[in-house]
């Protein structure tokens, strides 16, 4: 990246910048090659404060320092200075009270320099935010998990602040809190029931650690009752030659409590087209390579619309569609829509299905890149589409193309031979590249003044690219693209991915041994190389290793293997990179190997149910086993919070690598999509000319090709009504038995409990384990759902470990009652309430007392079956009915009532009593929130406090008494900024300076003050302030393109007869202040 931001021409040196897929893989281990001037330098690109970090050299150097700005943070000394031999390694002691941010790290041997950008992270560890849910009701409280750990997974003590915006960016809450021994501290942060809606950051921040945030949104919501899903035998279906395609499946519709659920379904069936693309000389016409999709392939084209029956809770369905029905699409996307008529809700699904129009499904896996003089190698497999059967024979035919623009052919094609073993082919191939290249047709440094002519004959032997294209025959499965990729000197070294692909071995000490083979251009036979390996974004060793092989036909094949102690692992891969220098010559290569199964972690943990089935408020037992002495945190929420579409925000290792990760996200699989049909491409070789040349700046290959093109049977665009009660967690009893009194009515069954307790989150607490396992009493919620445990646990020494989530706990009644309503209701307004009695018993229920009250702020007519009653103390309208209710069915009816006042809650009470002989009752109360009718008024008031203790005096809008009964209210905001809500969006002129001498400044400017500005209200986050140091970086650069020998700058730089005095004192102001950011020249700034 910071050779992306140099004026290359006036570079002394030749410095290769990789491809964007291949520079994010290389962050662990960033390499930085100056060939011209012989002194090659290897660093982690990222290094902790407190911790050590170690640099590798090329050749003996005189000095290694991490600086920023002009003051130096730390010196390196070599690893073993004694011995000449030995790899040069040198170490940084990195101090605990340096900063977070990025350093720079320079080398010098002689006359040469080098440097290199490292990022320094806080060494105390890193903070991991968990929340019970991702959406919430305004009312709820959002319980907040902090877990603080260092870069070895272990738990750290220390104080947390957690802080909330509200969606207006005004800070609505903070609090200090300490973590416990095991590195948690648990916070519950109240959501007032008159707030704005939307999305609420919530930031936790520690001294020496890497800050966690993490976005929940507040907005007024219905639980969903059940689930639906789209069942098909198969993902894919293969449709060449195929005059009719019968579109099969099972639509499956079931409550949260396990039950099916009745009614009717609707199945909607439309076609995705393929998308067109273009291509043009030298590369893709459009960014992506994809036009813009038409209205047809936005919203894809209907082909069919099916009603059908649910049947025990399945619709089986079989859809004819014809060929012309389906020609030109891509892929068919089915939508399922369950009409539920026990409680008048309805949800949906959706699913793909592929079409493919060849008998096979083809994945390829290719380097992103090849390197002169050294083979590509392809992972391929190939198995039937659908149900089908492969024929073959597989062939992988591989054209190479030379030439500045890559357009001519380099020699016949090379054609490998595939296996088809047990109906499908899984193989791996290695292809050499034709030796085509001298030292006269393919020149490095082309002169800056060369013709067009001269240019193209002086690289008319470079090889640019190779096409790589899986064949069926003479019929095309697939095909990929393979890009040059430039070195310094013409040299390389190529770790076998695919071939021989890296293995690692852990011993019982927890010793992990890695084995690679390696390929090279250099005859690397008895050379030392340097191996750095980070998992989890963070460095976990760097060491020597010994290259053992031999040469073949020019290119050196070799083995290489070390062991090393790696500290706590979880399941993310180890990112290994290796170099070797030989002769002023440095080559290098990465890989991911797989974490053996007996590292990946330190000790296990799980939670499960006593039971699988239980009644509301039933005792409830939850089984914990972990390693004695650890503490394991749970979270149980109801299944209806998943259904919501609204993942659980729990703490897992998935989030608990992405927080060590932090800036360094694992690199993305370079795994190309195959193109179905025969696509001319030329692909363009990128390189500057003249006195300086590096490496591609964008890939070699068109990013369209590798992967912009669908594979067939892949869609072509991405996936990219009752108020719960929450008294708080009460999983001990908090809803007692409360009697309703008179015991039996009529010869139906007493009431023995009213349910009240219906939590979105039933358990978030934490259990110590003494000696491996625990359980925790529990009693059921009343919610009539379904349940299950996620947990972690830590230990203090043996770090973090994930438990993974339980089996479903379901709580249910033979017989119970429920009410449907909305989020909430205007006053005023007429609402439908359904009222609902299930019957889960193979016998009839007849004559059911349903009763139904109402609270004083309703008013009703009741209508048949309902008749009213007499009052009861408290209550308003009352309404009682005798109903039947089927064996395995539903009653279902309704009321529409007016609520006559606002309220955060008036109460909707609905019980069911079956025949005494039956013994089976139920009754619930809900609330139904109502907010104020008419239009709503606000008055903002801004003043300023001069003094601490000064009152606020607020003056309140006229009229307002005669505003809705209950709807006035005053909120207050302080905020601890002069500029307030103004500069909420100032990310906004954080942009790339462009332009001539003065707009480049205009650009500059505001990155500058911005980033000073945020800074010092400690609002300036990591990728943030990188936006701005890259942006500034840029623009400074730009800015010296406009300079005069004087060391004035003016508008177009040496095209103007002068200086800009103006301008120059402009560029000093800036520049001045911009130190706090980058590096600036002090000598510049003197002479302007």
């Known amino acids: 990246d910071s050779l992306a931001q140099v004026d290359l021409q006036h570079l002394p040196c030749l410095c290769p910048q990789s491809p964007p897929g291949q520079a994010i893989a290389m962050r662990a281990f960033l390499l930085m090659l100056c060939g011209s001037l012989g002194l090659q330098l290897s660093c ?11 640099c590798y050299a090329s050749q003996e150097i005189t000095g290694l320092t991490l600086t920023q700005g002009e003051t130096v943070i730390a010196t390196a000394v070599a690893s073993d200075p004694a011995n000449a031999d030995a790899p040069r390694l040198f170490e940084f002691a990195i101090p605990s009270d340096t900063a977070p941010n990025q350093y720079m790290v320079t080398g010098t041997a002689g006359s040469d320099q080098v440097q290199v950008q490292v990022q320094v992270v806080a060494g105390g560890g890193v903070l991991v935010l968990g929340t019970d849910k991702a959406k919430y009701k305004p009312g709820q409280d959002i319980l907040t998990r902090v877990l603080c750990l260092s870069t070895e997974l272990k738990p ?116 995705v087209p393929k998308v067109t693309q273009w291509f043009g000389w030298g590369g893709p016409m459009m960014m992506g390579g994809d036009m813009e999709p038409t209205p047809e392939e936005e919203s894809g084209r209907q082909l069919a619309s099916v009603q059908l029956t649910m049947q025990e809770g399945k619709a089986e369905f079989e859809v004819e569609l014809s060929s012309g029905d389906i020609s030109g699409l891509a892929s068919l996307v089915l939508v399922a829509n369950v ?134 025959g003479d019929r095309e499965v697939g095909s990929a693209c393979v890009g040059r990729g430039f070195t310094v000197s013409g040299q390389g070294l190529a770790v076998s991915k695919y071939v021989n ?96 199964a007996a590292a990946s972690t330190t000790f296990d943990t799980s939670a499960a149910w006593n039971t699988s089935e239980c009644r509301p408020n039933d005792p409830v037992g939850l089984g914990v086993e972990s390693k004695a002495g650890s503490k394991v945190f749970l979270l149980a929420v109801d299944k209806a919070v998943e259904l919501l579409g609204a993942k659980v925000a729990a703490i897992t290792s998935g989030s608990v690598m992405s927080a060590l990760l932090g800036q360094d996200p694992a690199p993305a699989t370079f795994t190309p999509r195959m193109c179905p049909v025969d696509i001319e491409v030329t692909a363009m070789l990128t390189m500057l000319h003249g006195t300086a040349v590096h490496g591609p700046s964008s890939e070699p290959c068109p990013t369209t090709f590798n992967n912009g093109c669908p594979s067939w049977g892949e869609q072509v665009f991405d996936d990219d009504m009752v108020m719960e009660m929450a008294p708080g967690m009460a999983g001990d009893g908090a809803a007692e038995d409360r009697a309703e009194g008179g015991g039996s009515a009529g010869g139906s069954t007493a009431i023995k409990r009213v349910r009240t307790f219906f939590p979105e989150t039933w358990v978030h607490e934490g259990v110590e384990i003494a000696d491996g396992e625990a359980t925790v009493d529990l009693r059921a919620p009343d919610s ?88 009861v103390a408290g209550w308003g309208p009352v309404g009682t009915a005798r109903v039947d209710v089927p064996a395995k069915g539903f009653w279902t009816g309704s009321i529409r009532v007016q609520p006559t006042q606002v309220s ?135 800015e010296l393109m406009y300079r005069h020998s004087n060391g004035g700058f003016s508008a177009f730089g040496t095209q103007d007869p002068s200086a800009s005095t103006w301008l120059t004192a402009y560029v000093v102001k800036v520049f001045s202040e911009a130190a706090q950011f980058v590096t600036i020249d002090a000598a510049l700034i003197e002479a302007a």
């Not at 379904?265 to 076609?271: D, F, P, W």
Request: net charge negative; proline share 6%; aromatic share 6%.
């Open 156 to 271: 750290v003590v220390t104080d947390v602040t957690v802080s909330v915006k509200n969606p207006e960016d005004l800070k609505i809450f903070q609090v200090v809190q300490q973590t416990d021994v095991y590195g948690v501290a648990v916070v519950s942060i109240p959501v007032a029931t008159e707030t704005a809606q939307g999305g609420y950051t919530i930031s936790a921040s520690a001294a020496g650690a890497v800050d966690a945030e993490g976005v929940v949104t507040v907005e007024q919501y219905v639980l969903p009752k059940f689930e639906v899903t789209i069942d098909q035998p198969q993902e894919t279906v293969m449709v060449q030659g195929v005059d009719t395609l019968k579109v099969t499946g099972v639509i499956s519709a079931i409550y949260t409590y396990g039950e099916p659920v009745p009614g009717s379904a609707l199945l909607e069936i439309s076609g």
């Open 904 to 1038: 955060a809650g008036l109460r909707v009470y609905l019980s069911a009593q079956a025949d005494a002989a039956v013994g089976e009752s139920d009754a619930l109360q809900r609330m139904l929130l109502v907010k104020p009718a008419g239009k709503r008024v606000e008055k903002a008031q801004t003043q300023m406090l001069q003094d601490p203790s000064e009152a606020i005096t607020v003056d309140l809008p006229a009229g307002l008494t005669a505003g809705t009964p209950g709807s006035p209210f005053v909120r207050v905001s302080l905020v601890g900024d002069i500029l307030g809500n103004a500069v909420s969006n100032l990310e906004g002129l954080v942009q790339v300076p462009t332009g001539c001498g003065e707009q480049t400044m205009i650009g500059l400017a505001p990155n500058v003050y911005v980033g000073d500005y945020l800074q010092s209200r400690g609002r300036l986050g990591t990728e943030l302030r990188g936006r701005i140091v890259r942006n500034i970086n840029v623009g400074v650069q730009r």
């Open 784 to 871: 009539i759902t379904s349940w299950r445990v996620a947990s972690f646990a830590t230990h203090p020494e043996d770090g973090f470990s994930d438990g993974g989530v339980s089996d479903w706990l379901v709580v249910k009644k033979n017989m119970f009652a429920s009410l449907s309503m909305p989020a909430f209701v205007v006053h005023q307004e007429l609402p439908t309430i359904t009222l609902t009695i299930q019957n889960l018993l193979d016998q009839p229920l007849t004559q059911v007392l349903v009763t139904c009250r109402l609270d004083e702020g309703f008013a009703t007519n009741w209508t048949s079956p309902f008749s009213s009653s007499d009052p």
């Open 44 to 54: 982690p690109a990222t290094m902790s404060s407190g911790r050590s970090s170690s």
């Open 339 to 472: 009409s539920d008529p026990a409680t008048g809700t309805r949800q949906s699904a959706s699913a793909d299905l592929g079409l493919s129009w060849t008998e096979e499904e083809l994945e390829m896996e290719v380097d992103p890149e090849f390197k002169i003089g050294l083979p590509v190698e392809a992972k391929i497999k190939i198995t039937p589409a659908g149900s089908g059967t492969l024929s073959g024979p597989y062939t992988v035919k591989t054209q190479w193309y030379q030439g500045e623009y890559g357009s001519n052919t380099a020699g016949e094609p090379i054609t490998t031979a595939l296996t088809l073993a047990d109906g499908m082919v899984d193989e791996a191939v290695s292809i050499a590249a034709p030796d085509t290249e001298t030292s006269t047709c393919c020149v490095a440094r082309v002169a800056a003044d060369a013709t067009w002519e001269q240019r193209q004959e002086q690289r008319s032997c470079c090889l640019a690219r190779a096409q790589i294209q899986v064949l069926a």
């Open 501 to 596: 692909a890296p293995t690692a071995t852990a011993a019982a000490d927890g010793a992990v041994t890695v084995q690679m083979k390696v390929l090279s251009t250099l005859d690397l036979t008895g050379t030392q190389g340097h191996v750095a390996v980070s998992a989890g974004g963070q460095p976990r060793f760097a060491g020597a290793v010994e290259f053992t092989g031999a040469v073949t036909d020019g290119v050196f094949a070799g083995d290489v293997e070390f062991s090393f102690q790696p500290g706590l692992l979880t399941s993310a891969p180890l990112r290994v990179g290796i170099s070797a220098a030989q002769d002023r010559v440095a080559v290098a290569d990465w890989a991911e190997v797989a974490v053996p």
